[in-house]
């Protein structure tokens, strides 16, 4: 079944923009983003940790509280109607351990936006509210700083303003590693941060799932650990219906992470699809998390059976 879903965006809402991970390393992207994001219609708020540096360590947005509380304010507050990450990095693992859960009402989505390190968060989002969120784009990095005019950018906005139009991603330069039609809900994310989510109370198995994965500067015996963790994991590759796999940037020799990628799912015997355009440094479309969907392995397609966000008016009603 497709998580709950999340209101689309209307022109004049506010959405909170936070860092759960490492710090903004160029302030001048995160205001370039935001002026995106006012371009559009939306009005960007921005909360303590997007703006924090380095505090004991440097490779963390502030402290671990100050980033779980600007998290929990977003996540809580309904002036919000979505939450966008600043950049990943590294730390919302740290960030997810000073999460209370049950102060986040879960018959209240938003949609929450990110990808690489915000993995951990899109997976927690499903495993304990049980909603739908978005592996895109983020505020400070590549798709945001170039402008409204980005490719990435304007698919997100496409998406999370009028998810009517947008009823599947088309991948044209995919391979097929192993033929065949799936239907699923869709999860996944980069392939480290699902490996180390394994065996915590925010993990999100893979059983009647679509799995997507990609990664960046990870060498490929790197990789074939993350790979073969999630494989040898009890209960977590069970039962999965499709593999789709997007970048793997700066991972080695693209012919031998093919090789790996072929060897390591090739023989789950289900359908595998590569060279998705989701990830790192690519012209990136925005796949959603914890929505029912097909994937085409022979046409390199992947079609949503349920809209990703909600109508206003569906919303409302409900």
């Not at 088309?170 to 699923?184: C, D, M, N």
Request: with cysteine.
């Amino acid at each position: 079944m497709t998580l709950s879903r999340p209101p689309a965006l209307r022109p004049g809402d506010t959405v909170a923009v936070l860092c759960g991970s490492s710090p903004v390393g160029d302030r001048d992207h995160l205001e370039s983003g935001l002026r995106a994001l006012a371009s559009v219609g939306l009005r960007p708020e921005v909360l303590a940790s997007a703006r924090a540096t380095g505090g004991r360590y440097d490779y963390l947005a502030g402290d671990d509280e100050l980033r779980a509380a600007d998290l929990t304010r977003a996540l809580t507050d309904p002036r919000y109607a979505a939450v966008l990450t600043a950049c990943g990095g590294y730390g919302m693992q740290r960030t997810l351990e000073r999460m209370d859960w049950s102060r986040i009402d879960a018959s209240a989505p938003k949609a929450v936006v990110g990808y690489s390190d915000v993995t951990a968060l899109l997976e927690a989002l499903a495993a304990k509210l049980g909603w739908v969120s978005l592996f895109g784009p983020m505020v400070a990095c590549g798709g945001f700083r170039e402008g409204p005019d980005e490719y990435d950018f304007r698919q997100l906005m496409k998406l999370l303003r009028t998810p009517g139009e947008v009823t599947g991603l088309r991948f044209p330069a995919a391979r097929t590693l192993h033929p065949g039609v799936a239907e699923g809900v869709t999860i996944g994310g980069t392939a480290t941060l699902l490996a180390a989510s394994l065996g915590t109370d925010t993990c999100y198995p893979a059983r009647d799932a679509i799995l997507f994965l990609e990664d960046i500067d990870e060498k490929p015996y790197r990789l074939d650990r993350a790979f073969t963790q999630l494989r040898r994991a009890t209960g977590y590759l069970d039962g999965v219906a499709g593999i789709l796999l997007g970048t793997f940037t700066d991972c080695g020799a693209p012919e031998q992470v093919d090789r790996l990628l072929a060897e390591r799912f090739g023989d789950l015997g289900v359908p595998v699809l590569a060279g998705a355009n989701i990830g790192h440094r690519t012209a990136m479309q925005t796949y959603p998390v914890g929505v029912r969907a097909r994937l085409d392995a022979d046409s390199g397609t992947l079609t949503f059976l349920d809209q990703v966000l909600t109508d206003h008016q569906e919303s409302e009603q409900a």
